[in-house]
């Protein structure tokens, strides 16, 4: 290949930490915005003696961004949330006023507690750069199992 034809030039690292340098201080000034502060916890749909592997153990909300939990139960039965029992296509939301964490009884999560983490709105710069990070660690974390088409 010849060099002349390189779009970065002779010396692509300096090019590519500098990108890499614009992205982390987007990260860290960036206004946070949602489309909803609505974050949706599903009960889905289950065959008869099936257990759900798809609800996660921790959620995470942060308060003036995404601080209402949403409860679907997609389910042909009844599910158990907390104090709240949920029949089957019902939704509630339970908005969240205050930072920490707040465990609730579920036995359809592994262990039988949901523990939903509410952090406050983090300030610009390395506050909200690590609440960015760790919001799409918790997105990787979360996502869901998908079985092999047969």
Known sequence: M???????????????AGAALLVLLWAALAPLREPSHERNFTFPRMQDG??????????????????????????RKPHVFGPLQLRPGQEVRLP??????FPYACP??????LLVHVVPLPDPGWER?????????QAL?????????D
Request: net charge positive; aromatic share 8%.
């Open 50 to 75: 099936q257990r759900s592997l798809a609800l996660p153990r921790e959620l995470r909300l942060t308060l003036g961004v995404q601080d209402v939990l949403l409860l679907r139960n997609l389910d």
């Open 96 to 101: 969240f006023e205050q930072a920490g964490t």
């Open 108 to 113: 359809d999560v592994a262990g039988g507690t």
């Open 129 to 137: 750069l690590r609440w960015r990070l760790g919001g799409f660690g």
């Open 2 to 16: 010849n060099p002349s034809f390189s779009i970065l030039g002779h010396r692509p690292f300096p090019a590519l």
């Open 141 to 149: 974390r979360t996502l869901p199992l998908v079985s092999p088409q």
